[in-house]
């Protein structure tokens, strides 16, 4: 009985409590005047979708995934709206993380209030899934109007979405926790890229050789890519749960390397 007992506080102090909750209505009143920067944010996606996804579309017509014949376009909008979450989590679980732990000293003001470093962690992350599902929905919103949207499943990709921007937000998190300066981003860029061009979200994984088709397959990205993509057209298997459990997986380990971080980092 007394195990039980001390489990669940050094549970709910990995986790965080709902003191986090205060730091998310924190970030909200900070980006009620820098709202632009929340509107410039998932524009990229849309440009992509239209220039590449509504261009190629034209000279493709459509292709076969699992043995169904497919708009090239109703192909690359679910991957991009899975691009869309992975970029609205990682933006403030990295570059705005990293700014109010090492520059702007943000976190010291939040530790003289009942605030632990596990709610830190907890509500940085709460505040950049609401930024990736936000990201995703308007982007589900652009298709539907545009007429990508073949089934209603499609509003799955929205739960989706915000696994993905859970599964991107805490391991960015996590790493953030480890940068000593802002040329350390680099290597982000160095794995974001990479990732995004070869995560089948332009084009087919067959169109990849066997030995890259392997590397693509254990890649995060590649995972909400295919996830979103087979809800977006109803086409659903049991190799989905094993994407779901990566992204969980991604979330749970991200969050605990983040919260034992930030612990060193500002009680030291």
């Known amino acids: 009985m007394a195990t039980a007992t001390a489990a669940r506080p050094l549970a709910w102090k990995v986790l965080g409590s709902r003191r986090a909750l205060r730091l998310v209505e924190r970030n909200v009143y900070v980006y009620r005047r820098e709202w632009l920067l ?3 944010g998932f524009l ?5 979708l239209f220039s590449i996804g509504l261009g190629l579309n034209h000279l493709i017509g459509t292709i076969t995934l699992d043995g169904h014949q497919v708009k090239y376009t109703a192909f690359v909008a679910p991957g991009l709206l899975a691009t869309a979450a992975m970029d ?16 702007s000293k943000t976190y010291d003001a ?5 605030l ?14 609401m930024r990736g599902g936000t990201y995703a929905t308007i982007f589900l919103g652009v298709m539907a109007v ?22 991107f937000g805490a391991v960015g998190m996590a790493l953030t926790t480890f940068m000593r300066s ?33 590397i693509v397959r254990v890649t995060p990205l590649y995972q909400g890519v295919v996830l979103s993509r087979s809800l977006a057209l109803g086409q659903f298997s049991p190799t989905l749960i094993g994407h779901i459990a ?3 997986v991604m979330a749970v380990l991200g969050l605990s390397i983040a919260s034992a971080r930030m612990r060193k980092l500002v009680l030291s």
């Open 38 to 40: 929340i509107v410039s």
């Open 44 to 48: 990229e996606p849309i440009f992509y």
């Open 88 to 103: 609205g989590a990682l933006l403030d679980s990295t570059f705005n993380l990293f700014f109010k732990l090492k520059i």
């Open 110 to 114: 939040v530790l003289a209030t009942p």
């Open 116 to 129: 632990g470093p596990d709610d830190v962690a907890l509500g940085e992350l709460i505040w950049s899934v």
């Open 146 to 167: 545009s007429g990508m949207v073949a089934t209603p499943w499609a509003l799955l990709c929205i739960p989706a979405a915000i696994l993905m921007g859970a599964a």
């Open 182 to 214: 802002w040329q350390d981003f680099d290597l982000v860029s160095l794995a974001i890229i990479p990732m995004f061009l070869f995560s089948a979200t332009f084009y087919p994984l067959t169109v990849y050789p066997g030995w890259l088709q392997g």
């Open 246 to 248: 990566y992204l969980a």
